[in-house]
């Protein structure tokens, strides 16, 4: 398969380096970020994998400037390059800047977010057309008709049929397929570069999933949109994305290409994520789980956050913290399974039969 | 599973009607029937508004049923409930909920929680054999004694639904009805969670009617499967005929519609679409093909030629 992105430096729209972010509690300081770094560039498609707690969606919060209250940011940075109406080219740290500055000039404008759930994300007391027009209204400072000829515009691409009536319809009206396609034409209305979707399918059942993913698609070739999707299926993640991020605890433990991570994933947690999707090609009549539970990050998180559930933990991930190892390619690793000291661990076998069988099956396809 | 048993739970007809107004009913059960043996768990699969969740409400009659009959282990459950067969449904059916926050009481311990079966239905003599048993049901699903005095809000999402299990299980059912009980979980915690669910099935021999979306889960936990449609069953069969040989359409398109984990495959597969109205297919005139002893489709005889031949 030919490469989409080719990663240039020159090319990227967005990157974190070294984020820290900690929550004050009234049982303490939570450590929810340490140290994530993450490129992205344009026209590209990245996806942070993780279980509940993990940190992927305080990070897009962060980049949204819709961090809690009590968050607080310790150190770090997040550069996002953009051009403006006339054309110029800006750069701007958006750790720098107030939360609201970032909310009344980026959010909606540059950066835009479909969340979760449609039906919390919408305002049942106005109507969806009303809904729609407001950020461009708000953004462009344009006439009613211009944004409402607009609005008709975007709900058809948004694969919504009569749009004119659904102008005048109320949240309520609508079925939770076509609510999700009204949240994402109120993220496209003022043409962000980026858009982030947080778990935008996870409320959806699996039919209409597959729907909104290839609308998703769609709109990011014609638009040459750079899109980050938070999600905890492995599944989407194969469907949309063009790199990985998996996020353990706040740290991101394995990164690269959506090739290197599927075909030869390294870290001990991806390979207990990649075992753990139900395949429904094997007859194996048991699943298997990753035993335990993430940690408690109010408690100071000694050597490898993954330590205690690793069956392959070695004595040195218990005092001391891996670095990113680079195993060739964009492909990085914070597993001290990959230093060149480290005993050689080989994943569990029934993982690599099973990536060995999607391999031949990739083979049909190319 | 051999079929020639007498099935544990038995539905025939079902019709579950919601009226809205004078002039409009939801008709979100129309006419389902099936059997659940004894031991086996029957998956009961759809998308959202099909009416699996409406038909384990009903037969665990938290509706009313309009219509239909409900055998349960030779009680007949269905119309006016008398006292002792209320008393045996409520003792031998249990329900585990999707959302496993909302489901459980925030101001009682969990013991207290799984222990109210027990004390409503005068099921022990003592304190002492009420507790006897949380503590071993709680062991049973992997949660330690101590745990038992803490409230449900200190637990992680995994560990609630397990505590949503204990109370179903506490009671000893015959039938427990999982109604999406793993949909709000994360991956790998789905995985445990299921993995629990047939543990417990191995040991005690409990049988299931699961309920939930996610076909490639359903797979792994269910011997037969229904596929709901609208308020009907429009395929039914064991797990390998449905996964190996799907004939209905719907199924067709639910198979399609589960994400693979494999990038270069996934890239370039297009999910297969499935409408009611563009293909013309009408449910009420249809009526079931015998396929195998298990195998059944709801199909006009025109219908059915067409997809076999696909």
Redesign the interface.
Known sequence: ?EEKVKRNKNDRVLYIRDLNISFHTAYGTVRAIRGVRLDLFKGETIAIVG??GSGKSVTVKTIMGILDSNGVIDSGQIIYKYEDEKGEKHEVDLVKLPQKEIRYQFCGKHIAMVFQDPMTSLDPTMTVGKQIMEPMREHYHISYHEAKERTIELLTEVGIDNPDKRFKQYPHEL??GMRQRVVIAIALACDPDVLICDEPTTA????????IL?LIKDIQNKKGLSVIYIT????????V?DYVAVMYAGRIVEKGK??EV??DPRHPYTW???S?????DTDS??????PG??PNLMERVEGDAFAPRNPFALNIDYTEEPPMYDVGGQHRVASWLCDPRAPKVDMPEDLKVRIEK?KK??EL?? | MSERREPLLHVENLKQHFRISRKYTTKAVDGISFDIYEGETYGLVGESGSGKSTTGRSIIRLYEPTDGKIIFDGHDISGKLSREDEKYLRTNMQMIFQDPMACLNPRKKVSQIIAEGLEIHHICNSREEINAKVDEVLDRVGLSKEQGTRFPHQFSGGQRQRVGIARALVMNPKLVIADECISALDVSIQAQVVNLMKDIQDDMGTTYLFIAHDLSMVKYISNRIGVMHLGHIVETGTTDEIFENPIHPYTKSLLSAIPHPNPIVEKQRKALTYNKEEEGVIYEAGHEHILSETHRVLATDEEFTKWNNN
């Open positions: 398969m279980e509940s079925s939770g959806l059942d699996v039919t209409i999933q597959a729907k290839e905890h299926d492995l599944g989407v993640v194969a469907k994305a959506i090739n599927f075909y207990g994520l990649l753990s999707m139900p395949d429904i009549r048991r699943l298997f789980a990753i539970s993430p999607m099956e990739a396809y190319e």
